[in-house]
């Protein structure tokens, strides 16, 4: 159901790889609620992915880009703007990568050249796009970036590894450039913290299985879907949330104020 909540905005949507990412399904939501935008990601993951099919369906162009990279990164914003023939409204970065989870190596045997890959891909390309954005005065007033994290960031979940200090990271950028950017152009910057989703990311996880099932016995909605986060990041997105800003926001069927319950229980009571 369309509520033409996003018609006129225009954004850039960072991520999608194929039907399962969440990022896919917000451009496909965006479509259905009037945005246009350009779809981008690193030249290696669109060869692993099926982003034109994206780009067909919704009508958007797509610009290549290595989000790590401040060169690429101006020109992103540049030919954007061209293409969708103003300032920007709204941005989804939906990116995320550690070669030490996808190499399996243990978080108390980091190697430390792949950490850094994995900080710079997952959390140090968010202020990049900032930054770029911030100094080319490139979002509309009361625009809206949104970046997507997991609550390995506030708890401990072992086999997350290093992606767990990755989305911490990006929490904290969220809400220190949020600050200048609210301030001086009135832009809002949120996280949202999803439930374990089976996307093509997440399934790089070790024991990723084990989180879904476990998080949806421990909550009481279940756990939200990769469209449940597509729809509230529309929300985000749209003038229905003008004053919400430097928040991470729990889209988790209320798995974060749980302390157990009776599904995870019986599991351990005869």
Not at 41 to 68: C, F, H, V, W, Y
Not at 114 to 136: E, I, N, P, R
Not at 219 to 240: H, Q
Request: aromatic share 10%; charged share 20%; net charge negative.
């Amino acid at each position: 159901m369309s509520y033409n909540l996003l018609k006129g905005k225009k954004g850039i949507i960072f991520g999608a790889l194929d039907a399962n990412s969440i990022a896919w399904k917000t451009a496909e939501r965006v479509h259905e609620e009037g945005g246009t935008f350009v779809l981008t990601n690193a030249p290696i993951a669109m060869r692993m992915g099926q982003i034109n099919e994206l780009a067909e369906k919704t009508g958007s162009q797509i610009i290549p880009a290595d989000a790590t990279s401040e060169e690429d990164l101006q020109n992103l914003v540049e030919q954007s703007m061209e293409i969708l023939g103003g300032k920007i409204d709204f941005v989804l970065h939906s990116i995320g990568m550690s070669v030490n989870v996808r190499k399996g190596r243990p978080y108390t045997d980091q190697k430390y050249d792949w950490t850094q890959k994995g900080t710079d891909v997952s959390a140090m390309s968010f202020h990049k796009v900032m930054q770029t954005l911030y100094k080319a005065d490139a979002m509309n007033e009361w625009g809206s970036i949104v970046a997507l994290t997991y609550m390995a960031a506030q708890r401990v979940f072992p086999d997350y590894n290093d992606m767990a200090d990755n989305k911490a990271y990006l929490e904290s950028i969220a809400r220190s450039f949020g600050y200048f950017f609210g301030r001086d152009k009135k832009v809002r910057v949120n996280t949202i913290s999803q439930s374990p989703t089976p996307t093509t990311a997440g399934q790089g996880v070790k024991g990723f299985d084990g989180f879904i099932s476990y998080a949806e016995k421990m909550s009481p909605l279940g756990n939200a879907t990769a469209m449940d986060c597509a729809n509230y990041t529309i929300t985000l997105f749209s003038d229905l949330t003008k004053r919400v800003t430097l928040q991470n926001l729990f889209n988790d069927g209320g798995f974060s104020n749980m302390g157990v319950s009776d599904a995870v229980m019986d599991k351990f009571v005869e």
